[in-house]
């Protein structure tokens, strides 16, 4: 299985982006699929994730109300859409796949993409 994410860019403080991954090869059923981020120095953290199967979605607190997780099972495909977006967002932003259960845990995945770059500008 391979990701394949997409979206990254510059943007205002405020402005929005949409983040895509898509996989190729077989994505379970039972996986969660998610996006983590890492920014300058710091860890790689959990941002968003969702289930394949239901569609039950996670957040981050720092992005809850903000961000939405959503995905496209026919596609093999799911995207981050980010709105009021503000400089502590800017980060690599990394689409993960296989996790079934501890959705935050990056340990948890099996997939992982090569990241996309998301500045905001303030």
């Known amino acids: 299985v391979q990701l394949q994410a997409c979206g990254g860019g510059l943007v205002q403080a405020g402005g929005s982006l949409r983040l895509s991954c898509a996989a190729s090869?077989?994505?379970?059923?039972?996986?969660?699929t998610a996006w983590f981020r890492q920014g300058p120095g710091k860890e790689r953290d959990f941002v968003a994730a969702?289930?394949?199967?239901?569609?039950?979605?996670y957040y981050a607190d720092s992005v809850k109300g903000r961000f939405t997780i959503s995905n496209d099972n026919a596609k093999n495909t799911w995207y981050l859409q980010m709105n009021s977006l503000r400089p502590e967002d800017t980060a690599v932003y990394y689409c993960?796949?296989?996790?079934?259960?501890?959705?935050?845990?990056?340990?948890?995945?099996?997939?992982w993409g090569q990241g996309t770059l998301v500045t905001v500008s303030s």
């Open positions: 993960a796949a296989g996790g079934v259960s501890d959705y935050s845990r990056r340990s948890n995945y099996n997939y």
């Open positions: 090869g077989r994505i379970f059923s039972s996986y969660l």
């Open positions: 969702i289930r394949r199967s239901g569609g039950r979605t």
